[in-house]
């Protein structure tokens, strides 16, 4: 198989993030909350004790709302900050807690005490996935800095759920052997497994 070039990739990405880009908050907000709503009838979503989820940025599938929902679920919840070329993600309990970080994006503050490690990766545990572009064989594309990739590299073990909108979705998105597509990937209109 050929490999597609950088600045195609770059285009397939900049051509999905405009259709995510033009939808209004209001069907941004809409289509959100009934992502949320599949998401919560999964059952990797019900058994997880710990839940790693990202701060919406843009257009992204909004996760404000749910993240302040998850606060009261019981469940642990586990924000990203970015380091240097990677991620980590530390336990917050409230919204107060996150500051202009990476971009602009909202972070936790980073504290060993907090940090999702190996440890508390042996529970059941599923990260959200933000997604810039992806297919109908869950390949994905995010910004292109690899964050995410490295991340569920090293922790293999716990569940992922791609989150985007129906519109994100290309015929093929070309993967790399370093690309990690989610278990799972929600729109507002199908979860594809």
């Not at 998850?70 to 240097?84: D, I, M, Q, R, Y």
């Not at 504290?111 to 440890?119: E, T």
Request: aromatic share 10%.
């Amino acid at each position: 198989m050929r490999e597609m070039g950088v600045s195609n990739k770059q285009e397939l990405r900049s051509r999905h993030l405009a259709y995510r880009d033009s939808l209004s908050l209001s069907e941004r907000k809409e289509k959100s909350t009934r992502i949320w709503e599949q998401l919560k009838g999964e059952k990797v979503y019900r058994e997880a004790v710990n839940i790693l989820v990202y701060m919406d940025y843009r257009s992204e599938v909004m996760t404000t709302g749910l993240v302040e929902e998850l606060f009261t679920s019981g469940k642990n919840v586990f924000a990203p900050k970015v380091e240097g070329m990677d991620i980590q993600f530390y336990q917050v309990k409230s919204m107060d807690e996150f500051a202009s970080g990476y971009q602009g994006i909202r972070e936790p503050e980073a504290n060993p005490d907090k940090l999702f490690d190996l440890q508390r990766a042996e529970e059941e545990s599923l990260i959200l996935v933000p997604l810039s572009v992806f297919d109908r064989k869950k390949g994905r594309m995010g910004y292109g800095k690899g964050f995410y990739d490295r991340y569920l590299a090293a922790f293999p073990m716990i569940h992922s759920a791609g989150l985007a909108f129906a519109c994100q979705m290309a015929a093929k998105v070309p993967v790399e052997a370093h690309d990690i597509r989610p278990d799972i990937i929600i729109t507002e209109k199908e979860i594809i497994r």
